[in-house]
């Protein structure tokens, strides 16, 4: 069981930078796959980027070179550093753990790039 909780997003204008923060709660968070994904207005949830327990990382193409994904096991906590943001990454981001058949979701935080 585990319950993910997200933080940091916000307004921003282009070009500027975000942090957001994930806090897991429950056992074995070690062992999860961690990772973003995305929902902009009108659109289709999308994967923005994971990290596996062994510390690798994946990235979408439209992020790839402006976003870093990192985990800290010892504080249960993944994090999302965006850089160079665009309007277009306008979205509600979600947090999300896997282990095999167990999929977990956070609830979501407002991400808004605008001038």
């Known amino acids: 069981q585990v319950q993910l909780v997200e933080s940091g997003g916000g307004l921003v204008q282009p070009g500027g930078s975000l942090r957001l923060s994930c806090a897991a709660s429950g056992s074995i968070f070690s062992r999860y796959v961690m990772g973003w994904y995305r929902q902009g207005p009108g659109k289709q949830r999308e994967f923005v980027a994971d990290v596996t327990s062994g510390g690798t990382t994946t990235y979408a193409d439209s992020v790839k070179g402006r976003f870093t994904i990192s985990r800290d096991n010892a504080k249960n906590t993944v994090n999302l550093q965006m850089n160079s943001l665009k309007p277009e990454d306008t979205a509600v981001y979600y947090c999300?753990?896997?282990?095999?058949?167990?999929?977990?979701w956070g609830q979501g935080t407002q991400v808004t790039v605008s001038s």
């Open positions: 999300h753990a896997h282990l095999v058949v167990r999929n977990y």
